[in-house]
Structure formats: structure tokens, C-alpha cells
């Protein structure tokens, strides 16, 4: 079900900013793996518009490994992107969406479907960045441990926005306890039922805030 | 014409050299395969294998309305029909929820129907038989001349669209999250290839113009790892065949156009082999 609508980006005195950089991660990325696309092609791509088949990668290559380092991947430069596991791909998409260093994050449920090491690196990660760098993240997560541990912010919603403010207070909400009591139930006849995806709550976590100058 | 004849004979010492449409057709297949190789490689990745295909099909209603008109050439009706077939096929497609496979079964078909009804009209099909097998020794000095400014148009193309063009092959909606314009790279592909397609059909034929825009790429990707090498095998198995293909047809007397495919399979095959040594 897609939504259009317009969205205005503004600073903390309510100035229009223009466009922010944004990054995005998408959720579990669907693509061909036997494509021959290595990591350093899918950045030149994204990066320039010098054809990645006419030209070596020249200086954009220590770039490359930079960007990579930042996500503790530089060593799969090389590799195809259909060789890589799902957390490894997942850690280069987040580099991808770093470069440029972005205003604002988007994560779409960026670990679905990524085992448990992987999980905890990734996450790792994106609380580095949190620390260091001058970006807001929007995560959007049914990991609830993951997100009371790190978030700022968190809002809960449910076809609307059900509760919102820091992970002490939505988590002590009854609404909160409702809501995933339910989910609790869901997710058991989902399973039997075996639908992939769930609808019902999402919890998206601003973790600097949704907006700076 | 004659200068580049005489370089020609001078590097080639063989009996087929002699002849000046041997000389056409191997210049042709210079300049057009590794077009083909290069195209062939986002056809594949692109999965547009059936699109391609529809290419060709709509190449049918293209000639008709050439030779009903009468004022235009064959050849420039096609290509503008080709373009228009292949643009809209993309925009349908993304304007569509149906499959893929449907749109083009029902675009591909209804096109191959319209065009054999107007060439049967007055009952004069044979005159059309020649196109769907093609004869590549059927190229001329002139045709060449045009195949030099194709072929840089195509390069050149090739080095603004292809970027994009593999972002979007990885996946449509990162693409787009790369603020690619989807639509319109899509368009630019689908019009590159309608062209390509059209102009090469007098020479390689209807019935299998197709098997040039895949089998180079399907060889490539069995042993490829990066876009580099996915190019430069795609590209040389693409070139390698077609002058193979054309020296085989010339010396046991056979179609040029189905020796080449014929080779480039055996090409496919033979990397298909050693994949399990070069993809990991």
C-alpha cells in the first residue's frame, strides 16, 4: 500500500532547509545473486558516472575501502554481492547509504533475515554512528530488546501513531503491553499460518530526534 | 573503400579474403557483435531475454507498415516503429500491476499478427521471407559507413546509461532510493536495443536475432566475477563467434547468420563447464 504526500524538511527554528542527504537501508534486498557484481562495481556505480565497465576505479577505490571500514567490511571489496551473507550484504548497504555521509538514516528493518552475530554488529555499528556522527537515524524495528537498549526515541505504531517518547516511558505504557500482547498471538497464527510479514506494530525509533540544522 | 580493401587483404592472406563481400560482412560483424556483447550483458541481468525477443516479433509490423506506406524505407519505418514498440512495452510495464511476462506475450504476439496480416496483404509474403533469416553477405560499403556511426552512438550511450542502468538491475526500489529515474534509463535501454535490433535483423534474420542479445552474456556471467570481466568475455565471445560463424558458413556453405548463434552457443556451453572453476 503506497503513500505519496510531500514532506518539508526544517530546521529547529522551523527554516526550510532545502534537501537533506538521505540515507536508506532497505529491508532484506531482493536481487539476482548470480549477477556479476562485485561490491567495488555497485559502488563506482552509485558513486560516479564513469562506466564501471570502461574505467578502472582509480582513486575511488581508497574511498571505497574507507566507506567499508566505517562498516568493518573492507575486506569484502572484491566479492560478489550474490557471495556475500545477509549480514555482510546488510553492512554494505549501510555503507552504501553513508556515502555521502547523510542528514538523516533510514533503516527499514535493516536486519531481517541476518543471524545473531551479524545482528549484533550491525547494531554495534549504527550506535557508533549515532555517537559520532551529526545525522538523525529513523529505525524501524520489531526487535524490541534492540530498541529499548539503543534508541532515543521510540514511537510505536499501529495503523497511526499509538504511543511516542523515550523507550522508558512507551515501554511502561499499558497501550505498549496491549498492543504486543496481542502481536504475541499474532505472531504464533502467523507462523502457523505462515505469512512472512507482519502489519501489526511497528516501532520506529528517532534516535537523535527526527530533525537538526 | 577501397584503401581499407586493400589493408584488409594485405593483413589477411586467406582465399575468403578475396572476395569484397566476405570483406563487408567481416567489417559488419566487427563493428555490430561487440555491440551485441555490450548490450547483451544488462539484457541478461535485466532479465529482458523475452523482451528482446518481442523485438524482433514487432520487427514483422515495423517492415509491413514500411513497405504499405511506400514513401519511407523499410529499414527507417522499423526502426521507428521498433522504438515506439519498445518504449511503450516499458511504460506499460510500469504503469501495469500484471506480469512482465504477460504484457510482452500480449504486445509480441498481437504485433507479430498485425505484421503478417499487412504483409499477406494482396498475397505477397515471399517477398518478406528474406528477413527472417537474414544474410549478413548482403551488406554494403554504405551499410558500413552507417554501422561506424551506430557504433560509436551505442558506445557512447552505453557510457552515460550503463551505471544507472546496473544500480537498477541490482534492484528497482534501491535504485530509486538513489534518486535514478527509473522510467526513463528503462526507456533509453529498451529504444537502444529496439535500434540495435531493427538495423541488424536484415542480416542476422528474424528468427534469431534474439540469441545474440543472450548468449554472449549467459557465457559471460558462468565465469565472471565483476562488471569488467562480465563486459570483456560478453564482448569477445560475442566477436569471437561472429567471425567464427561467418569463416565456417563461408567455407561449408551455410546460413552466416545461424552459424554464428550456432557457435555462440558452443561458447556458452563450454563455459557452462568450467563455471564450477571461476564463480564462487
Redesign the interface.
Known sequence: MPHTGKLHYVDAKGKHTGHPVIG?V?QY????V?????V???F???L???????FPAGKLRARIEKSLARVHAEHLI?R??G?LSGGELQRVLLALALDPMPDLLLLDEPVSGVDQNGLELFYEIVADLREKEDMAIILISHDLNMVAKHADQVVLLNKGVICSGTPEEVFADARTKHIFGLLAGETAREAAADIPESEAAETAEPMEGGERG | MTSIYTILQALLPFEWAGHHFMLNAFLAILLVTPLFGLLSTMVVSNRMAFFSDSLGHGAFTGIAIGVLLGSVSPLLSLVLFSVAFAVFITYIQNKSTASTDTIIGVFSSTAIALGLMMMSYGGGFNKFSSYLIGDILSVTPDDIGALAIIFVLVLAAWGVLFNRLLVLSINASFARSRGIPSFWIQSAFAALLAIIVSISIQWVGILIINALLVLPAAAARNVAQNVKQYHAVSVLSALASGITGLLLAYYFNMAAGATIVVVSAGVFFVTLALKPYFVR
Not at chain 1, 548470480?34 to 562485485?38: D, E, R, V, Y
Request: aromatic content about 10%.
Open positions: 536508506y532497505p534486498l531482493r536481487f539476482d548470480s549477477a556479476p557484481t562485485s567495488q562495481d555497485i563506482c556505480a552509485c560516479t558516472r564513469r562506466p564501471v565497465w570502461l572484491d560478489r554481492l557471495a
